[in-house]
């Protein structure tokens, strides 16, 4: 099953800290904390996919959705995550999400 929403923001926050204070990586700028963690969580949720949203290996979405942080957070963690194209709506809005940035294609370089 995929993660849900709130399991990757915990869990990219549990990255965050764990490339925060581990002794190979707390010397890194924020962007390359920022690139490892990105990493992980995009592992973690082809990860939790099941059989049925695997196919022939590859991911089955065409689309990522931007999310951000709450603005009071103490730790700011934006990024984008798979969404299931039902998930968006009427397909006349995707071209709109798109222009706005809420909406990106999915990049072929997930493998």
Not at 32 to 46: A, G, H, L, P, Q
Request: hydrophobic content about 35%.
């Amino acid at each position: 099953m995929l993660m849900n929403l709130e399991e990757v923001i915990m869990a990219s926050i549990g990255e965050f800290l764990d490339v925060e204070v581990h002794r190979d990586t707390e010397t890194l700028d924020l962007s390359s904390k920022i690139e490892i963690v990105r990493n992980r969580i995009t592992d973690k949720v082809k990860n939790s996919m099941n059989s049925t949203s695997v196919k022939n290996g590859s991911m089955d979405y065409e689309y990522e959705m931007f999310f951000s942080s709450n603005p009071n957070d103490m730790i700011k963690i934006d990024g984008w995550i798979p969404i299931e194209t039902n998930k968006i709506g009427t397909s006349d809005k995707i071209s709109e999400y798109i222009e706005i940035g809420l909406l990106r294609k999915v990049e072929t370089s997930y493998s």
